[in-house]
Every structure is written in structure tokens, then in C-alpha cells.
């Protein structure tokens, strides 16, 4: 049996959690993903950085109705590492050659 | 959610829940279609009552409401869009079929004018037949796009009330528009609603 290595920026309960989320949507907000992890503002602003900085997400940052609002999405990168991630995972499921 | 090591099980389940969760993001509430629905349906039998029962020549000014309506709808959107927290491809597809219904209307109304200016033919016997065929395309894809099947029945609803009201004299075929609006929008306005509150209670 061949285990592919599986992408240790994605195997990460939180991050894991962001991306799939991302992926089903075309772009969210930082609280619709914090009402839906039920991950905290700072841990959630922590893994959003660190998918940013390896250009798995882009994180737009603008004021809507004088409030700062923080848009999330999902890079063509992110989706790649994403589906790689997934393709690995299977590898592991039993069953699978 | 804290980051530990997971294990491939935890991985999947986790990937699951959250792309549900995303699925199940349903921002149909039915405002719109019950919104238009009754107005549409008000328009089309007060049309129908004041020119052909009362008798008035400027029934059809009554059509002026639509314009009110596009008004009200335009602050709704702009409302609902500062209030959206997430953005789904269904939405985003949604919205540029809705658009593109809305263009045709309009360009069907331009072109049937220019004809009747133009070369004096009036072809007010098509104006009733083929908004029924345009209600049914929004429909149709919305009903397929938010996998609600009163939606897509309705649609077929209309374009079979297409062809009855191609059969019916003018006089009456605006009728047609009042039982599509019922079996279209209305209907299935309240249902989405009840989805929609369904929904919003079950998160």
C-alpha cells in the first residue's frame, strides 16, 4: 500500500476546517467562518494567516458601513492543495490499493 | 477548535461537516417571489377588472406599480447585500439569470413598441404569451439551482399557461398571468419562507 504524504499546512483541525468551508463558497466572511468553526477570533485570524502566507486563501480587508469586514476566498493554489490533500487522504482509507 | 494531530478519519469527518455546513447556507428566504408574485397577480387582475369590467381606458396605468416595486427591491437588495456574510456560487449564477430575465423584459416591451411604431401591426396579442415563457426560465433554473422543486414546477406551470393563453382571446389572456403568479412565485414563496425560517431556527 502507497500512503501519500498528506499536506501538513492542511492536516490541521482548524485550517482543515477553513478550507473546506472556502472551498464550498465563493468567498466568506472572517464571521461567518468563526459562527461555523466555533474557533475563536484570535486562533481563527492565526490559521487564516498562515493559509494566506502559503497562498492557499486571500484575505481582502475594507469597511463596509464603517465597520472593518474581512473577506475570505479560496486561491485556484488552495484549491489544488485542497483537492491533492483530499486524493492523499484516500490512500489511507482502507480498501484503496 | 484547537490544532492537534489528526488522524485521516477526523480529517474526512471534519471536511464533511464543513462543506455541509456550507451547503446548507440557504439565503432563499421567498421575499422577492412573493413580493412580485403579488404584485404582479394584483396588476394583472385589476388590469383585467378595470378594463374589461369598469370599463376604464387607463386601465392599464395600473401597471405603473412595477415601477414602485423596482424601486423597493433595489433599497432590498442593496439592504440584504450589506447584511450578506457569505457569498455561494448559486447566488452569484442566481443573480446574473435573474438580471438577464429582467433585460429580456424590458428589451421584449422596447422591441414590441419599435414594431408597433414602426410598421403599425399590433402585436398585443403576444405581449402576455411570451412574458409567460420568460417567467418560466428564472424560474426553472431557480428551481434546479436551489434543488426546490415547487419552484420548477411552477415554471413548467407557466409555460404551459403560455400556450393556454396563446389560445385565448387578448382580452383574457392576462388572466394567465394571475394564475401563474399563483402557481409560480406565490405559492412557492410562502414555501421557500418556511424553509427559509426552518433553516434559520434549526442553526
Known amino acids: 500500500m502507497d500512503f501519500k504524504e498528506l499536506d501538513p499546512i492542511l492536516h490541521a483541525q482548524l485550517r482543515l476546517a477553513i478550507m473546506s468551508l472556502l472551498i464550498s463558497v465563493k468567498e466568506a ?22 493559509l494566506k502566507e502559503v497562498g492557499y486563501v486571500e484575505i481582502v480587508k475594507q469597511f463596509k458601513n464603517n465597520y472593518p469586514q ?5 486561491t485556484p493554489v488552495g ?7 483530499v486524493k492523499a487522504l484516500q490512500t489511507y482509507l482502507p480498501g484503496n490499493p | 477548535m484547537q490544532e492537534e494531530r489528526l488522524s485521516e478519519q477526523e480529517s474526512l469527518r471534519i471536511i464533511e461537516s464543513m462543506i455541509n455546513k456550507a451547503k446548507n447556507q440557504f439565503s432563499e428566504n421567498g421575499h422577492l417571489y412573493l413580493l412580485w408574485g403579488w404584485v404582479i397577480f394584483f396588476c394583472s387582475i385589476g388590469q383585467f377588472i378595470l378594463l374589461h369590467i369598469l370599463h376604464f381606458s387607463w386601465g392599464s396605468l395600473i401597471w405603473i406599480l412595477t415601477w414602485a416595486t423596482v424601486v423597493y427591491q433595489y433599497i432590498y437588495i442593496k439592504r440584504k447585500l450589506k447584511q450578506r456574510k457569505v457569498k455561494t456560487y448559486t447566488d452569484e449564477i442566481l443573480g446574473m439569470v435573474w438580471l438577464a430575465f429582467v433585460i429580456s423584459v424590458f428589451l421584449w416591451a422596447v ?16 405581449v402576455n404569451p411570451v412574458f409567460l415563457l420568460l417567467y418560466g426560465m428564472p424560474t426553472f433554473i431557480s428551481g434546479f439551482a436551489l434543488k426546490f422543486k415547487p419552484l420548477w414546477l411552477g415554471a413548467i406551470g407557466c409555460w404551459v399557461l403560455s400556450i393556454v393563453a396563446a389560445l385565448l382571446p387578448v382580452d383574457y389572456q392576462v ?3 394571475a394564475v401563474a403568479m399563483v402557481i409560480a412565485w406565490i405559492v412557492p414563496g410562502y414555501l421557500l419562507r418556511a424553509k427559509y425560517k426552518n433553516n434559520v431556527s434549526n442553526v
Not at chain 1, 79 to 85: G, L, P, Q, R, V
Request: charged share 20%.
Open chain 2, 111 to 126: 422591441v414590441l413598441g419599435n414594431i408597433f411604431e414602426n410598421t403599425g401591426r399590433d402585436f398585443f396579442g403576444f
Open chain 1, 29 to 50: 466572511e472572517f464571521t461567518f467562518l468563526k459562527e461555523k468553526t466555533n474557533a475563536t477570533a484570535g486562533n481563527l485570524s492565526v490559521q487564516l494567516n498562515k
Open chain 1, 79 to 85: 484549491i489544488n492543495a485542497f483537492e491533492e490533500y
Open chain 1, 70 to 74: 474581512t473577506i475570505c476566498k479560496v
Open chain 2, 175 to 177: 388572466l394567465m398571468l
